[in-house]
């Protein structure tokens, strides 16, 4: 719990979720919206990047993979330090690392230099996702959250439904390497606007309100965190999620390009249309999740069979838009995959704040992003080879998104089975009030009960 909250509590002032509360949820918002602008910029200048360097598939899948490499150390550590330092200035200083590791392909540069500009972009935006949801959390209670989580994973659709036409239009008339200048820019200054008006919010951010018990231990073992099925079941769904995500920005405008055959002012209005659908759908599906919730639907359904039902009907989507021709059914199927795939993301991470302790949010954010990460290291790496070995282009990209698609039925489906945030709140509950006891019991009459651990 932050300085800000504990002095709130303390003067019995009731947390604040009015104006300030929405205005630092749009910078969180204008933050993703920067972030996967980041992540998309080398999909679109992707067919001029490779002719310029001379690169193939799998050369340029290992550019797009690399942006992953680091992403889970820096999720990780993001997610320590975001325990250990205000928001305000964490989040700033990823903002300029993002800066940093953009301004050198502004210039003339090689393979390496992108590749390990690339992995120091990966390394600071790796914990931007699971800070802004911290941060989101901390301005509204937990019955209020799955809205507030879905508008910030909309920033993430928004930012390449913007930067798509325009910074398409910016490489068709300047160069990609003008592309990165602009992005280098605007992370600039949302860095300078985080700064001005953002910072974490007094709520104390408690657990669920599913029917098992109200209140979570202060601190649980992460290795007994990660053993109950809502966190095991939302790895499994973010992995095979993330890995959709990863290949539609990195892969995207190249397959509507080499794939598909269209041109680029073409494939840059198509990409947007995935990234508008997503941003769309994740807002209603976390209304809707509300919704439910206020109606007394447990958890289990609003925050797990939901999310994990759109993952899935996304990967049979994925498996069917993969074997047709390029059409008006084959976009269909795209944007519907793509909305899907998204939609389930805030409402999942509310998930995971309803099993895991305030004080160790973070870190749990930070984990769980870093190890879903790893499906954006390996995704973008499978496709670039499937390409390169395909009887044609055409065929190479279609059986990389037929195997996405199995994928994430798989992945899903697991999902389905496991999430449960209700009962496994109840059980950490029940674990912890069990222990000290046991433990008294075991104490020989010398012994003080100062001495247990709960660890």
């Known amino acids: 719990m932050s300085l800000q909250q504990q002095e709130t509590l303390a003067a019995g002032r009731p947390p604040a979720t009015g104006r300030r509360a929405w205005f630092v949820l749009a910078l969180l918002v204008c933050l993703m919206l ?25 050369q340029f899948g290992v550019i797009q993979s690399s942006f992953f490499w680091f992403f889970a150390i820096g999720s ?31 210039a003339q540069v090689g393979f390496t230099t992108i590749v390990a500009c690339r992995a120091l972009l990966g390394f600071a935006e790796g914990p931007t996702v699971a800070l802004a949801m911290q941060v989101a959390h901390s301005w509204f209670p937990a019955h209020r959250r799955a809205v507030p989580s879905s508008i910030v994973i909309a920033g993430a659709g928004v930012g390449p439904l913007i930067a798509a036409p325009v910074l398409t239009w ?20 949302v860095a300078v606007l985080w700064l001005l008006g953002g910072d974490s919010g007094p709520e104390p951010a408690g657990p669920g309100h599913g029917e098992a018990a109200s209140v979570l231990p202060e601190q649980v073992p ?19 999620a993330y890995a959709n995500t990863a ?3 990195s892969w995207l405008p190249l397959y509507l390009r080499e794939g598909l055959g269209y041109d680029a002012t073409t494939a840059g209005r198509l990409v947007a249309l995935p990234f508008l659908g997503a941003a769309l759908a994740v807002i209603l599906v976390g209304v809707l999740s509300s919704a439910l919730t206020r109606k007394g639907i447990r958890h289990r359904v609003t925050r797990g069979v939901l999310p994990a039902a759109m993952v899935l009907a996304s990967g049979l989507c994925t498996v069917a838009f993969s074997s047709l021709d390029r059409g008006v059914p084959q976009m269909v199927l795209l944007v519907l995959a793509a909305c899907l795939n998204s939609a389930g993301y805030g409402v999942a991470f509310a998930a995971l704040a309803d099993v895991a302790p305030a004080r160790q949010r973070g870190m749990v954010f930070g984990i769980v992003t870093g190890v879903y990460s790893l499906g954006g290291v390996l995704a973008p790496l499978v496709i670039g080879r499937l390409v390169d070995s395909g009887t044609s282009v055409a065929a190479g990209y279609g059986d990389g998104f037929l195997l996405l698609g199995i994928v994430m039925v798989l992945g899903a489906a697991a999902a389905l089975a496991l999430v449960d945030p209700d009962r496994d709140v109840a059980a950490l509950v029940e674990k912890a009030q069990i222990l000290p006891v046991m433990r008294r019991k075991s104490l020989t009459p010398g012994q003080t009960g100062k001495k247990v651990n709960l660890q």
Do not use: C, Q, Y
């Not at 602008?37 to 490779?50: E, F, I, P, R, T």
């Not at 550590?77 to 700033?92: K, N, Q, S």
């Open 34 to 58: 920067v972030n996967f602008a980041d992540k998309v910029v080398v999909g679109l200048s992707g067919v001029g990047m490779k002719k310029e360097l001379g690169l193939d598939s799998a």
């Open 247 to 249: 290949v539609s920005v």
């Open 222 to 240: 992460l290795r007994r965190l990660f053993s109950t099925g809502t966190l095991i079941g939302m790895l499994l769904l973010f992995f095979v």
């Open 76 to 106: 990780v550590l993001g997610g320590w330090l975001g325990t250990r330092m205000r928001a305000r200035w964490l989040l700033a200083g990823v903002a300029v690392l993002w800066v940093l590791s953009l301004a050198p392909l502004t």
């Open 170 to 189: 910016v490489i068709a008339t300047h160069s990609w390497h003008t592309a990165f200048a602009v992005l280098a820019v605007g992370g600039a200054l």
